[in-house]
């Protein structure tokens, strides 16, 4: 993995809840504007990022990581331990203006070196059907386990592949 210039990724703690609360409202909205309604989008930015629910998920193990670029926060990753053999990447959400410089694929690198330092065999996640990201995946050796339609409320659904490499 080639750590690119200026670039580094910390563990999150709960003290810094509030930045990853910010990324994801600087992030979320223009990530998923031709996938999802604006309604839906911020039901599931309350949902997923209030600050409660952020300490909630640190609290019971999903660890958060904040990506920064010259000295500035530009992006976040999540990950949990699922099973013996398998972690699961919850997020991974890099700045708009960072796209197309390796940085998403550090992210990715990162929390695969995580997983696989503390045993884990396979790294999932789970990517909306429409998102962009499905090729990037499909390129970085994930490929598609499951097709799954998931009732978050509200009357919205997420409607996702799950995807699995093996480490």
């Known amino acids: 993995m ?21 990324l994801a409202l600087d992030i979320w909205p223009k990530a998923f504007e031709q996938i999802l309604t604006p309604e839906q989008t911020g039901y599931m930015l309350q949902l997923m990022y209030a600050p409660a629910v952020l ?5 019971r193990g999903v660890e958060y990581y904040i990506l920064n670029h010259a000295g500035a926060d530009m992006g976040y990753t999540a990950i949990e331990q699922k099973e013996q053999d398998s972690w ?7 700045s708009q203006k960072m796209h197309g410089k390796g940085l998403g694929k550090f992210q990715l690198q990162h929390m695969e070196a995580i997983a696989k330092n503390r045993g884990a065999q396979y790294l999932l996640l789970n990517v909306n059907r429409q998102n962009k990201a499905v090729d990037f995946y499909k390129r970085q050796g994930y490929e598609v386990i499951k097709t799954e339609d998931i009732d978050i409320g509200g009357g919205f659904f997420m409607n996702d592949y799950q995807m699995r490499k093996s480490l």
Not at 8 to 18: D, H, L, Q, V
Not at 55 to 59: F, H, L, P, S
Not at 88 to 94: P, V
Request: proline share 3%.
């Open 2 to 22: 080639i750590l690119p210039e200026k670039t580094s990724i910390r563990k999150a703690t709960t003290e810094e809840i509030a930045i990853i609360h910010q």
């Open 88 to 94: 699961k990447l919850h997020k991974i959400y890099l």
């Open 55 to 59: 300490e909630m998920e640190m609290q």
